[in-house]
T-cell receptor
Framework: DAMVIQNPRYQVTQFGKPVTLSCSQT?????MYWYQQKSSQAPKLLFH???????NEADTPDNFQSRRPNTSFCFLDIRSPGLGDAAMYLC??????????????FGPGTRLTVL | AQKVTQAQTEISVVEKEDVTLDCVYE???????LFWYKQPPSGELVFLIR??????QNEISGRYSWNFQKSTSSFNFTITASQVVDSAVYFC?????????????FGSGTQLTVLP
């Protein structure tokens, strides 16, 4: 089945220690998104890629970076995690942001704990 | 600016009861899209429905139904004969057609608990 895969499902890191979360998709969608969701809150968009075109949200901290080496994979790098970065990180994809077929399909998420 | 309001933070019902989750939105665009997602305890956001602003037909899918009313800017979601497996957080979301990217604006979510 076509899907969005996130690894790992649970990640524990130490304060200040860089961490990378990964997302892959078999949907062949052009757009990939990263969201941060803290407890009892709605998902918050960090950035997205339209093909190789990177789009950062204005309020996304510099501590968060992303890479998309090819259509299928996208990575979220947190350079120096703080306690406030503990959250669920959700990856999503959509076929094309310019058309009506823009439903975003989400992966299962990676729950990040910062010690 | 677009905004989505889900006034019900938590709802608790007994199995087999019907339950309606409210969603009110604000947008200045004439073309926009509304969504409902389900987030079970496992964390994955599961897509349920998309509705565009030009299609006010209500939709039914099994025990789920959606009532879209542009006059009141509402897109409510009803679960008929609720089941324990329906327990989850439900998010309503809005996407506008303008701008360089299709942004999803989420409501704050409604935690639905279905008791056996």
């Amino acid at each position: 089945d076509a899907m969005v895969i996130q690894n790992p499902r649970y990640q524990v890191t130490q304060f200040g220690k860089p961490v990378t979360l990964s997302c892959s998709q078999t949907l062949n969608h052009n757009v990939m998104y990263w969201y941060q969701q803290k407890s009892s809150q709605a998902p918050k968009l960090l950035f997205h890629y339209y093909d190789k075109d990177f789009n950062n949200e204005a309020d996304t901290p510099d501590n968060f970076q992303s890479r998309r080496p090819n259509t299928s994979f996208c990575f979220l790098d947190i350079r120096s995690p703080g306690l406030g970065d503990a959250a669920m990180y959700l990856c999503a994809t959509s076929r094309d942001r310019g058309t009506s077929t823009d439903t975003q399909y989400f992966g299962p998420g990676t729950r990040l704990t910062v010690l | 600016a677009q905004k989505v309001t889900q006034a019900q933070t938590e709802i608790s019902v007994v199995e087999k009861e019907d339950v309606t989750l409210d969603c009110v939105y604000e947008t200045r665009d004439t073309t926009y899209y509304l969504f409902w997602y389900k987030q079970p305890p496992s964390g994955e956001l599961v897509f349920l429905i998309r509705r565009n602003s030009f299609d006010e037909q209500n939709e039914i899918s099994g025990r789920y139904s959606w009532n879209f009313q542009k006059s009141t800017s509402s897109f409510n979601f009803t679960i008929t004969a609720s089941q324990v497996v329906d327990s989850a957080v439900y998010f309503c979301a809005l996407s506008e057609n303008s701008g360089s990217a299709r942004q999803l604006t989420f409501g704050s979510g409604t935690q639905l608990t279905v008791l056996p």
